[in-house]
Nanobody, 123 residues
Framework: QVQLVESGGGSVQAGGSLRLSCATSGRTSSNYHMGWFRQAPGKEREFVAAISWRDGSTTYTDPVRGRFTISRDSAKNTVYLQMNSLKPDDTATYYC????????????????WGQGTQVTVSS
């Protein structure tokens, strides 16, 4: 079992920045691929970014590429999502997730989820 706790959400104006953190704990939590997903009101949950535990490879959804950066600090068992140049369309609840099976953009392949943290971007 792996526990995930997100933090760092908040309200910012367009163009601002936030850094989300996801603290992981539990059995061999460092051996999981990690991902960030988001869900806006009335919309389906969508992939944002992922990082592979094996080699640190990263991938992003097109709308955030170049603005968001996913990283991990294995010593702290924490995954980060640095979000710059935020836009109102980035408003959503952001979820951290862990996958033992695959480095993937598909939410169905993630085994553990955090409770989410709200990000609100005003224009």
């Amino acid at each position: 079992q792996v526990q995930l706790v997100e933090s760092g959400g908040g309200s910012v104006q367009a163009g601002g920045s936030l850094r989300l953190s996801c603290a992981t704990s539990g059995r061999t939590s460092s051996n999981y691929h990690m991902g960030w997903f988001r869900q806006a009101p009335g919309k389906e949950r969508e992939f944002v970014a992922a990082i592979s535990w094996r080699d640190g490879s990263t991938t992003y959804t097109d709308p955030v590429r170049g603005r968001f950066t996913i990283s991990r600090d294995s010593a702290k068992n924490t995954v980060y999502l640095q979000m710059n140049s935020l836009k109102p369309d980035d408003t959503a609840t952001y979820y951290c997730a862990a996958s033992a099976r695959a480095y993937s953009t598909f939410s169905s392949l993630y085994d553990f989820w955090g409770q989410g943290t709200q990000v609100t971007v005003s224009s």
